[in-house]
């Protein structure tokens, strides 16, 4: 680990724990992809649990946690999507006017609104941290 307070480096089991995450995922958008609903939609659980295991053994660093926590609204937003197609939804009114689809802009303009208010309130502020 280097001296430099501007450099982190990322510790193997979080690395480990990352890298697990991206095959769950995978797993869940080839289920989505190929209609394999039991699997895509199981798929949605691991994913979405390491995703959150991630951020809290990352939050003591801020540029880490704001970009996890918005990882996890794109995640929900993506299985919010997923979950409307399998069920002929993502066309049909299902909150007013609203369709099944476009209820995943509510997750998607969270983890939005997450990295801005990071990007332009907090980001200046913060000091860099080596990762313990």
């Known amino acids: 680990m280097s001296a430099d307070p501007s450099y982190y480096s990322i510790p193997a089991k979080i690395r480990r724990m990352e890298n697990l995450h991206i095959v769950f995922w995978l797993l869940k958008d080839t289920g989505w992809c190929l209609n394999l609903k039991p699997l895509a939609i199981f798929m949605i659980f691991p994913t979405l649990i390491i995703a959150g295991v991630i951020t809290y053994r990352n939050r003591a660093i801020l540029s880490e946690l704001a970009h996890n926590l918005a990882v996890i609204f794109w995640i929900t937003a993506n299985s919010t999507w997923m979950i409307m197609e399998f069920f002929a939804l993502d066309e049909?009114?299902?909150?007013?006017?609203?369709?099944?689809?476009?209820?995943?802009?509510?997750?998607?303009?969270?983890?939005?609104?997450?990295?801005?208010?990071?990007?332009?309130?907090?980001?200046?502020?913060?000091?860099?941290?080596?990762?313990?």
């Open 92 to 132: 049909t009114p299902v909150l007013g006017p609203i369709s099944g689809r476009y209820l995943a802009l509510i997750p998607f303009g969270i983890g939005i609104l997450i990295l801005l208010i990071y990007y332009i309130f907090l980001r200046g502020k913060e000091r860099p941290r080596p990762m313990d």
